[in-house]
């Protein structure tokens, strides 16, 4: 995975401090949400299931919220 820094001086654009935090806190909650979907694969347990996917909610919301 790229991470903000990367793509935005690839992309030849420079970006404020803020919105660099903002794009890794993306990249980290997207990185979550990817464990948890793998995580909710692999349960066994119906109540552990269902945390995670509560959990995924959650991310989700997240990164809607960041953009």
Sequence with gaps: MDSAVER???KGITQTPEE????R????????RRRVIHDIENAHHERHKEL???????LD???????
């Design 52 to 58: 995670l996917r509560a959990a995924l909610a959650h």
């Design 61 to 67: 919301h997240e990164i809607e919220l960041l953009g």
């Design 20 to 23: 660099i935090d903002r794009e």
């Design 8 to 10: 935005s001086s690839r």
């Design 25 to 32: 806190k993306k990249d980290s909650l997207l990185l979550s």
